[in-house]
């Protein structure tokens, strides 16, 4: 039996949403109040009722030239418990550039030109119960940084006159005595930024699809992808990564690199759901995990979805195409999610090596594109892949 | 490396940098994107959810993480609050999920003869409400908004292919339900979304 065309039910269902919407409305003030409400709690929750310390992360801007790093530990202030000052950890990043971690409080040169855009991004997490805080100013901007989320914090700003500038957020690990508090940090200069540490660049991995070498990350087409790896993955991380990322593109292809185990442990965050047999996986629905949701979102997540979203699209918003489409990192070990900072693994693969791909770094400009994707393997073998998302 | 900040003089500009203009300016340029975009904002989560006042409290919680992530979605504010507003799960959400989505014949065919709203949105709600979850949130993005497949699955973080295999699957589904359209096609109540690509 013929029926209407998909035209005409198209036009069937506007026609009658025109007309059933009812009336309804906000208050600007209210929902303001609100944003108010939850950025100081999500502050407050990081940081606890009490400032511990306050340590300073400074990023200066000069417009002389590239200038080399400097860095300095410096204790901003005490107001009161006494900080952990001691052992934390700080890992700095620049784009495309793996360097040498710094230590917390470390004070970074950053010189950019009059008129050039700069971005910066950090994101800090405190193990062993710690809190971490960032500017505690209690003001919901500072000079850029206008996103105090938890662990999080993001500025962009352009320099209009020479002369040095400070940008800065305030950090602090505070939490349970005896020191010291592990820390995990790390900034992002996303443009501009400072003279990497370490001069060997990190590797960049370049699959089939894409140009071999400076590809132009704006010209990567639907279906391409261009993937960077820090040094400490290996050309089989590199090969997994990219074949499951081939995989994804087409799960009714297994690359011969993929090598799953017999069976596939899947599931979101730490929780593994289920186990599926390797030879399931190429149906994409055997992929959905959480269909009740999670990290705030509605469920089910698909790590394959994923994904192919990044790299499968056209247009010239959110992570699916244009500028974001298609660039991808690979990285090994934990890692903190988004904005919650908290490290999500599965006990049960706990000691397994995590081979996990997200969006590299710039790609996105919110925890609401991000993602990863995490490759639990054992024996040479993926035994578990789960997925963990930014929270909107 | 030493015990005193570099320089000495990032503590006064600490308090030098916290400048109460860029909050005002955020209020400000909220309030604005709010003004102009509340009205599709609202009913872009009545047809996710089929309920004027759940619509009012998703909106108002996408409205309030758009306003504290501001500085980044500012630069397409109502393309961010969307996609906030389409993947936000809510408690709320999930405790009232079952009122949304109750099964199609329990809901009233009609709504009161004299209230002429009120029918038509219990109807459109009906019809939607066949709908899986998913299938809903494609059809509203892609054929209510009429926005790009591209987009429809940035949005939902999906790939193009499934949202095109998804819409197509809603509409068989919608076919049968909406009888001004035509006559009968093709119905389909079984599995929640058409996958392969």
């Given at each position: 039996?013929?029926?209407?065309?998909d035209?005409?039910?198209?036009?069937?269902?506007?026609?009658?949403?025109?007309?059933?919407?009812?009336?309804?409305?906000?208050?600007?003030?209210?929902?303001?109040?609100?944003?108010?409400?939850?950025?100081?709690?999500?502050?407050?929750?990081?940081?606890?009722?009490?400032?511990?310390?306050?340590?300073?992360?400074?990023?200066?801007?000069?417009?002389?030239?590239?200038?080399?790093?400097?860095?300095?530990?410096?204790?901003?202030?005490?107001?009161?418990?006494?900080?952990?000052?001691?052992?934390?950890?700080?890992?700095?990043?620049?784009?495309?550039?793996?360097v040498?971690?710094?230590?917390?409080?470390?004070?970074?040169?950053?010189?950019?030109?009059?008129?050039?855009p700069?971005t910066?991004?950090?994101?800090?997490?405190?193990?062993a119960?710690?809190?971490?805080?960032?500017?505690?100013?209690?003001?919901?901007?500072?000079?850029?940084?206008?996103?105090?989320?938890?662990?999080?914090?993001?500025?962009?700003?352009?320099?209009?006159e020479?002369?040095?500038?400070?940008?800065?957020?305030?950090?602090?690990?505070?939490?349970?005595?005896?020191c010291?508090?592990?820390?995990?940090?790390?900034?992002?200069?996303?443009?501009?930024?400072?003279?990497?540490?370490?001069?060997?660049?990190?590797?960049e991995?370049?699959?089939?699809?894409?140009?071999?070498?400076?590809?132009?990350?704006?010209?990567?087409?639907?279906?391409?992808?261009?993937?960077?790896?820090?040094?400490?993955?290996?050309?089989?991380?590199?090969?997994?990564?990219?074949?499951?990322?081939?995989?994804?593109?087409?799960?009714?292809?297994?690359?011969?690199?993929?090598?799953?185990?017999?069976?596939?442990?899947?599931?979101?965050?730490?929780?593994?759901?289920?186990?599926?047999?390797?030879?399931?996986?190429?149906?994409?629905?055997?992929?959905?995990?959480?269909?009740?949701?999670?990290?705030?979102?509605?469920?089910?997540?698909?790590?394959?979805?994923?994904?192919?979203?990044?790299?499968g699209?056209?247009?010239?918003?959110?992570v699916?195409?244009g500028?974001?489409?298609?660039?991808?990192?690979?990285?090994?070990?934990?890692?903190?999610?988004?904005?919650?900072?908290?490290?999500?693994?599965?006990?049960?693969?706990?000691?397994a090596?995590?081979?996990?791909?997200?969006?590299?770094?710039?790609?996105?400009?919110?925890?609401?594109?991000?993602?990863?994707?995490?490759?639990?393997?054992?024996?040479?073998?993926?035994?578990?892949?789960?997925?963990?998302?930014?929270?909107? | 490396?030493?015990?005193?900040?570099?320089?000495?003089?990032?503590?006064?500009?600490?308090?030098?940098?916290?400048?109460?203009?860029?909050?005002v300016?955020?209020?400000?340029?909220?309030?604005?994107?709010?003004?102009?975009?509340?009205?599709?904002?609202?009913?872009?989560?009545?047809?996710?959810?089929?309920d004027?006042?759940?619509?009012?409290?998703?909106?108002?919680?996408?409205?309030?993480?758009?306003?504290?992530?501001?500085?980044?979605?500012?630069?397409?504010?109502?393309?961010?609050?969307?996609?906030?507003?389409?993947?936000?799960?809510t408690?709320?959400?999930?405790?009232?999920?079952?009122?949304?989505?109750?099964?199609?014949?329990?809901?009233?065919?009609?709504?009161?003869?004299?209230?002429?709203?009120?029918?038509?949105?219990?109807?459109?709600?009906?019809?939607?409400?066949?709908?899986?979850?998913?299938?809903?949130?494609?059809?509203?993005?892609?054929?209510?908004?009429?926005?790009?497949?591209?987009?429809?699955?940035?949005?939902?973080?999906?790939?193009?292919?499934?949202?095109?295999?998804?819409?197509?699957?809603?509409?068989?589904?919608?076919?049968?339900?909406?009888?001004?359209a035509?006559?009968?096609?093709?119905?389909?109540?079984?599995?929640?979304?058409d996958?392969?690509?």
């Amino acid at each position: 039996m013929t029926g209407p065309s998909d035209p005409e039910v198209i036009r069937e269902l506007r026609a009658r949403v025109a007309a059933a919407v009812p009336a309804m409305s906000l208050d600007e003030a209210a929902v303001r109040a609100a944003g108010h409400r939850r950025v100081s709690q999500r502050r407050w929750a990081a940081g606890g009722s009490a400032v511990a310390a306050a340590m300073l992360l400074a990023v200066v801007v000069t417009t002389s030239g590239w200038l080399p790093v400097s860095n300095g530990i410096g204790l901003a202030g005490d107001t009161g418990q006494t900080p952990c000052v001691t052992a934390p950890s700080v890992e700095y990043r620049a784009p495309g550039q793996s360097v040498a971690p710094l230590p917390q409080g470390a004070t970074v040169t950053v010189t950019a030109q009059v008129g050039e855009p700069v971005t910066v991004h950090f994101v800090g997490a405190c193990a062993a119960g710690g809190r971490l805080m960032i500017n505690d100013s209690g003001s919901s901007g500072a000079d850029g940084f206008t996103d105090l989320w938890s662990g999080e914090i993001t500025g962009s700003w352009t320099p209009a006159e020479p002369g040095p500038r400070t940008l800065l957020a305030a950090w602090a690990c505070s939490g349970p005595k005896p020191c010291p508090l592990a820390t995990l940090g790390y900034i992002t200069v996303i443009t501009g930024g400072p003279r990497p540490l370490d001069p060997q660049p990190s590797s960049e991995v370049t699959p089939g699809q894409t140009p071999a070498a400076s590809p132009d990350l704006e010209a990567l087409a639907p279906g391409e992808w261009h993937l960077t790896a820090g040094p400490d993955v290996g050309d089989a991380d590199r090969a997994l990564a990219s074949a499951l990322l081939t995989f994804a593109l087409d799960p009714k292809a297994a690359p011969d690199a993929l090598a799953f185990a017999p069976t596939v442990a899947l599931g979101s965050g730490a929780t593994i759901e289920r186990s599926v047999p390797a030879d399931q996986l190429r149906d994409l629905a055997a992929w959905d995990v959480a269909p009740g949701g999670g990290y705030e979102r509605n469920g089910p997540f698909n790590a394959l979805e994923i994904l192919a979203a990044r790299i499968g699209g056209t247009d010239d918003y959110g992570v699916n195409g244009g500028k974001y489409g298609g660039r991808l990192s690979v990285s090994l070990g934990a890692h903190p999610g988004c904005p919650y900072t908290q490290v999500d693994v599965p006990t049960e693969y706990a000691t397994a090596a995590q081979v996990w791909i997200s969006p590299a770094d710039g790609a996105i400009d919110s925890c609401i594109d991000w993602f990863a994707v995490n490759l639990f393997v054992d024996g040479g073998a993926v035994g578990a892949v789960t997925v963990q998302l930014g929270s909107p | 490396m030493t015990g005193e900040p570099d320089g000495g003089a990032f503590t006064d500009e600490l308090v030098e940098l916290v400048p109460v203009a860029s909050k005002v300016r955020r209020d400000e340029g909220f309030a604005a994107f709010m003004a102009g975009s509340q009205a599709e904002l609202l009913r872009t989560a009545w047809l996710l959810v089929g309920d004027a006042y759940r619509a009012e409290e998703l909106t108002q919680q996408a409205l309030v993480r758009t306003y504290g992530a501001w500085s980044r979605a500012q630069r397409d504010p109502l393309a961010y609050t969307r996609r906030v507003l389409v993947n936000l799960r809510t408690d709320t959400w999930r405790r009232r999920r079952h009122e949304v989505l109750m099964a199609p014949e329990r809901l009233p065919d009609r709504g009161r003869a004299e209230d002429v709203g009120v029918e038509q949105r219990d109807e459109i709600s009906r019809v939607l409400g066949v709908l899986s979850a998913r299938q809903r949130r494609v059809v509203v993005l892609r054929y209510l908004l009429d926005l790009p497949e591209a987009e429809v699955a940035a949005d939902l973080g999906i790939s193009v292919g499934t949202v095109k295999s998804t819409a197509s699957r809603s509409l068989a589904r919608l076919r049968a339900e909406l009888p001004g359209a035509a006559g009968p096609g093709p119905t389909d109540r079984g599995g929640d979304d058409d996958r392969s690509q």
